[in-house]
Every structure is written in C-alpha cells, then in structure tokens.
C-alpha cells in the first residue's frame, strides 16, 4: 500500500523535525520534505505532489493564512493547521478551517518539543483523515461592487408557534464540523429553537468559536455552562474538554456541563449529548449528525429516534469526512440524509408542519 506523503511547514527548525519524526515512524506515512516558510513549500508542493501538509500559523515572508487562502483556491488539498494555544491562535486557527483547512492540532505555548511528542497520536491520527477528506476548492474573493448572496428567508415566531418553545435542536459533529455547524446555525431565525451541539474540540477553543458563531448568527450562541436553562434562540456550544448533557428541571432543561471520563475517545462526546436528548426530550428533539470522523453519536442517535426524535445526517457528497453520519445511517438513526445547504430549510419546514399538525387538532 502507498504511504501517505506529508510535507511539513513551520518555521522552527526543532517542530520541523519532532513532526518529520513522528511521520517516519508510521509505517503508513512519510515526510517527504520540511519547509521553513511558504515560499520555499509552495516549491516543494509542485516538486513533490504530497497527499497532506501539515502548516504552522505564523510564519515569516507569507503568513499561514494568505498561504492557505492562495493554496485552497490555486491547488485544494488536505491542510491540517499547527496551532498554539492561546486566545490568538485559536482565532486565527477558527479562519484556517474557514478557508478549508481540514483540522488543527494545538501545539502548547511552552515545552512545545514534549507537548508535540505527546501529541504523536492525535497528529498521526489527523494526518489520515486529512488523507481521506474531501476537499474543495475554495471560491474567488468577491470582486468589489459584487452583489451580495440572496438572504435566507426568516421565519418568524408567528409560523412556528410553541414549536420554538417545545423543541430542541441536537447537533453532534467532528472533522469539518466547525464549518458545517455555522452553515446550519446562520440559517436559523432569531426565534429558533434551542441548538445544544458538540462538537469535537479541544479545551481552549470552544469559548472562540463559539464568539465567532454568535457574530455570525441571528440566534445568540455561547459555551454552555453548568446550570443553566436552555433558552430558544438560543444555540450551546459542549466546552473542549468536558461533556455536554441537558437534564429537565420542573418545566425547563438546564444544560449539564461535567468532567469524565472520554466516551468513544471523544470528551466532549456526541454519544454523551444524543442519549441525554432521548432521556429527556425525547420526541421533542431533532437530532442532526454533521460531518466528521469515526462513529462518536451513531448508536445514540438510533436511541433517539426509537425514543420519538426526528434525525437528520448530512449526506457523503457535502461532508469533508463521512464517518459519523455513515454510522448513524447504517444504525437506522437517520430519518432524512441530506446536502447540507437543505439541513436548516428541512428542519424549519418540519417545524412549521409540526405547527400545523398541533392547530388541526385544535
């Protein structure tokens, strides 16, 4: 079998070869160049033709995003960002993902020769599906003076009645995930329901994406928080490192933000969410499986529909990896598998019908 061929680009000579280590030790995967800038990688790309890189943030002669915006227009192909910790590199790694990169590995501030070798599975492991994902390329920047994209139709608190009060909206995702997930959210009305959603992310930058999407979005998103009550128009973000469930409290749900232990490797786990929502929601919940790697969710998911909910799984051609919603598919959770630009619009037609339905019966 052909290894996977990685070039790696980062500025420090010690990361550079720490990562071309780790790669060469795989038996799947090798380090076929190191480059110190862009320059000398955008060379070493057309030369070499690997299968990944692997791309550092900030770098001298061109900075890792102009070099990753230029690359996913120019040549699209699996970019997995190295990032550090802290509040400026979670943002700038929140835009590498925007402009198509297909995830990140978050490299610690100090000790980073140790923090990388701690982080040999994780990168290996990123390496491989970044190898599998399906990539695009990236669209021109809009000429000056170019019309604006047409608005999403809203929908308004008068259509969907006590649906928006009722109802909570459960999204799970992993590799790709944090673009998939804005995509559904900015197509949501101001009066949606509630959104509970986790996705695979560390500790550190949950709290940035989750700002992110709250600028972006007409619902208000934040990190979840212990305690507190689930609101509609409202969308909750499972913190890195810790699970996310929703537990029912007289009338209300209150989101449940604790430690423990990884659930299918994964902490937060979607598997963690999804059973907590056919517990308590049951067939007031809308599950919604987005793209990403392995089968965190699928089994739950199964449990949630078999408890009343109504699923959603994004369909192979419009994920970056169709792992997890291939699993739930298979384990008979899905009710609809589709393109993830129809996601929000079906979701919102379903609520309205749901409307309906409860006024015929009136």
Known sequence: MAKTKVVVVDDSAL????????????????????????????????????????????MPRMDGLDFLSRLMRL?????????????????????????????????????V??????????????IRIAAKAHIRRAPPPAAPGAAPAAPVKAVTMASLGKASTEKIIFIGASTGGTEATKDVLINLPADSPAVVITQHMPPGFTKSYAARLDGLCKIRVKEAQDGERILPGHGYIAPGGLHLTVERSGANYIARVQDGDPVNRHKPSVEALFLSAAKVVGPNAIGIMLTGMGADGARAMKVMKDAGAYNYCQDEHSCVVFGMPREAIAAGAADEVLPLNQIATKVLERLRATVGVSMNRV
């Open 113 to 126: 020769a140790d923090g990388i070798r701690l982080l040999a599975q994780d990168i290996t492991d990123k």
């Open 15 to 58: 990361v550079r070869s720490i990562l071309s280590e780790i790669i060469n030790r795989q038996a799947d995967m090798e380090c076929i160049g190191a480059a110190a800038d862009p320059l000398v990688a955008r060379e070493m790309i057309r030369t070499l033709n690997p299968d990944v890189i692997t791309l550092d943030v900030e």
């Open 75 to 111: 040549r699209p192909m699996p970019v997995v960002m190295v990032s550090t910790l802290t509040e400026r590199g979670a943002e700038v790694t929140l835009k590498a993902l925007e402009l198509g990169a297909v995830d990140f590995v978050a490299k610690p501030k100090i000790g």
